[in-house]
């Protein structure tokens, strides 16, 4: 089994900074690519940005040069930092993994979301 969690959410003030976190643990030989997705009320899930084991990264035009992907492969963890936050960024934040187990499936692993809002 894999499980993914986020942590990280909170209320912030527009232009504020957060840092959110995303570890996967379980019976996991190796992760693949990592990513960041966001939901917001009434809207579909979006790609917000993603990064490879080999730390190559990729953005939705939308956050280029405010949101910064990073990770730590010893401890399977993803972060996504966040600055000048903005009322359009606010929205449930999801993790997800990609994860070859000790089972020898690859799969794509979601955790349950850590919530941003962004209000004064």
């Known amino acids: 089994q894999v499980q993914v969690v986020e942590s990280g959410g909170a209320l912030v003030q527009p232009g504020g900074s957060l840092r959110l976190s995303c570890a996967a643990s379980?019976?996991?030989?190796?992760?693949?690519?990592m990513g960041w997705y966001r939901q917001a009320p009434g809207k579909q899930r979006e790609l917000v940005a993603s990064?490879?084991?080999?730390?190559?990264?990729n953005y939705a035009d939308s956050v280029k040069g405010r949101f910064t992907i990073s990770r730590d492969n010893d401890k399977n963890t993803v972060y996504l930092q966040i600055h000048s936050l903005e009322s359009e960024d606010t929205a449930a934040y999801y993790c997800?993994?990609?994860?070859?187990?000790?089972?020898?499936?690859?799969?794509?692993?979601w955790g349950q979301g850590t919530q941003v809002i962004v209000s004064s």
């Open positions: 997800n993994a990609g994860v070859l187990s000790s089972t020898g499936i690859f799969g794509n692993y």
């Open positions: 379980g019976s996991i030989v190796r992760i693949y690519t």
């Open positions: 990064i490879t084991n080999s730390g190559v990264t």
